[in-house]
């Protein structure tokens, strides 16, 4: 079982940056591709940025490529979203996730409770 438990979220003006951190209880965190999602009132779920767990590469939703970067640090088994100039838009619960040794998955096994980013304008 994998636990996983997001913080940094808070209240930012436009223009302005957060820093989200995922911090996963499991032995073998550097087997696991990690992502973030984000959920806005009203909205589906939505894939944020993802960071894969062989060789690691990252990918993003077209929405927020160049303003946000997701990072790991396996030896704190701890998963980054670097979020700069936010947006209103940008305004959600977000999520990270996890999956054993899938590149880019397309389904997710494990879930953190999220943690909420609002952006004012």
């Known amino acids: 079982q994998v636990q996983l438990v997001e913080s940094g979220g808070g209240l930012v003006q436009a223009g302005g940056s957060l820093r989200l951190s995922c911090a996963a209880s499991?032995?073998?965190?550097?087997?696991?591709?990690m992502g973030w999602f984000r959920q806005a009132p009203g909205k589906e779920r939505e894939f944020v940025a993802g960071i894969s767990w062989s060789a690691p590469s990252t990918y993003y939703a077209d929405s927020v490529k160049g303003r946000f970067t997701v990072s790991r640090d396996n030896g704190k088994n701890t998963v980054y979203l670097q979020m700069n100039s936010l947006k209103p838009e940008d305004t959600a619960v977000y999520y990270c996730?996890?999956?054993?040794?899938?590149?880019?998955?397309?389904?997710?096994?494990?879930w953190g409770q999220g943690t909420q980013v609002t952006v004012s304008s």
């Open positions: 499991v032995r073998t965190f550097s087997s696991y591709t």
């Open positions: 996730a996890a999956r054993y040794r899938v590149l880019r998955p397309d389904t997710y096994d494990y």
